[in-house]
C-alpha cells in the first residue's frame, strides 16, 4: 500500500493543552495530520451557529478564545479544529455529566459535580473556560470533557493525547496502558503556529512517515526508523526553524521528547478518576461512596507525549 493510501492520522487533544500551550499540544500540532479539541458549547445545543452566538455572550468564553488567538492559523489551515467529519466531540460533555449522575459505579465522582451551574447554559460556559484559563483542575468539568474526547477518539480511531502525568488520576491511568512503541525525537516545546505550520511543510517527508508507521499498527521499528529520520532531519534545519524573525514573538524552544504509543481501555480517564477519588489524599472525595466500575467497552489509542532532554 502506498502512503498516499493511508489514513490520515488524527490526535484528539484536550482545550485544557492549548491555552499555554503545552508540550503536548505542541508535539501534537507537529506530527499529525489533524488535531481535533473540544471548543466548549452549550449543553444540547444541536445547531453550531446558534451555539456560537450563545458562547460569545460569555465573557469568560470570550477571554478564552482570546487565549487561543495564537492558534489561530493552525485553524485557518485546518491542522487544528472541533470536529472531525461533521462530528463534534464536544457535544459528548454533557453526555458524560449524566452517566456520572445516573451510573453507580461512578458515584465517586458525584461530589465534584455542579447541578445547578450543568444545567444552565452560561454558568456552564463560564466554568469551563475560567477552568481553562487557568488550566484546571476542576474534577467536574475537567474529567467529562476528557472522558467525552477519549469517547470520541475510540469510535474515530483517533489518537489520544496525554502529558506527563502528574495527577493521582493520571499516575492511575498510566497503570493502565499497555505500552506498543516509544519512540524518541526533538520537537518544539513553544513557538508560533507560523513556524508550526513551515516546519510540518519542511519535515514533511519525514512527518508523512511516522504518521504512516503510527497509523499501520505502532510497530516498534518501524516507529523508531521514522522517528530518528524525523530526528536527523530536524537537527539539520534546527538553527533554520529557531531563528527569530521578531523580536515580539514568543522564542522558539525546542526540547527532545517522549511518544509512548500505548492502548487504554475506552474509559480510562472515568477509570483512573474514581481511583483518585477514592484515595486518601483526594480529600472530601474518600468521603464517597465506593463503586465497582463495569468491564471497558472497547480500548483507545493513546499517546503519552513527555519531554525527556531540552
Known amino acids: 500500500m502506498t502512503l498516499a493510501h493511508q489514513r490520515p492520522l488524527t490526535i484528539g487533544l484536550s482545550p485544557y493543552h492549548l491555552a499555554g500551550p503545552s508540550p503536548a499540544a505542541v508535539v501534537s500540532l507537529l506530527i499529525a495530520d489533524r488535531v481535533v479539541t473540544i471548543v ?8 453550531r451557529a446558534r451555539a456560537r452566538r450563545k458562547a460569545e455572550s460569555v465573557p469568560r468564553f470570550v477571554e478564552l478564545v482570546d487565549r487561543w488567538r495564537w492558534s489561530v492559523p ?51 460556559l463560564d466554568a469551563i473556560a475560567s477552568d481553562l484559563l487557568r488550566g484546571g483542575p476542576d474534577p467536574g468539568l475537567a474529567v467529562p470533557v476528557t472522558a467525552a474526547l477519549d469517547a470520541f477518539c475510540a469510535r474515530t480511531g483517533a489518537l489520544a493525547a496525554r502529558c506527563e502525568p502528574n495527577s493521582i488520576a493520571e499516575r492511575a491511568e498510566v497503570k493502565l496502558a499497555r505500552r506498543r512503541a516509544r519512540v524518541a525525537f526533538p520537537a518544539f516545546l513553544g513557538c508560533t503556529a507560523e513556524r508550526l505550520l513551515e516546519a510540518r511543510d519542511l519535515l514533511e517527508p519525514q512527518l508523512r512517515a511516522l504518521r504512516v508507521a503510527i497509523t499501520t ?5 518501524s516507529c523508531r526508523a521514522a522517528a530518528d529520520a524525523l530526528a536527523d532531519v530536524f537537527e539539520t534545519h534546527a538553527d533554520h526553524m529557531t531563528r527569530v524573525v521578531d523580536d515580539l514573538d514568543p522564542r522558539t524552544r525546542t526540547a527532545w521528547v517522549s511518544v509512548e504509543l500505548s492502548e487504554l481501555p475506552a474509559d480510562a480517564a472515568l477509570r483512573s478518576s474514581v481511583h483518585a477519588a477514592m484515595a486518601p489524599e483526594a ?23 513527555r519531554v525527556v532532554g531540552r
Open 40 to 47: 466548549p458549547t452549550p449543553p444540547g445545543e444541536p445547531d
Open 74 to 124: 493552525l485553524w485557518l489551515d485546518g491542522v487544528l479544529r472541533g470536529d472531525l467529519e461533521g462530528e463534534d466531540p464536544a457535544r459528548g460533555v454533557h453526555d458524560v455529566v449524566r452517566d456520572i449522575a445516573e451510573r453507580d459505579d461512578l458515584a465517586p465522582l458525584r461530589p465534584f459535580l455542579h447541578r445547578g451551574r450543568d444545567a444552565d447554559d452560561r454558568l456552564w
Open 217 to 221: 499498527g505502532a510497530a516498534e521499528p
Open 283 to 305: 480529600g472530601r472525595a474518600r468521603r464517597a461512596p465506593t463503586a465497582v466500575l463495569t468491564p471497558p467497552a472497547g480500548t483507545l489509542d493513546a499517546a503519552f507525549i
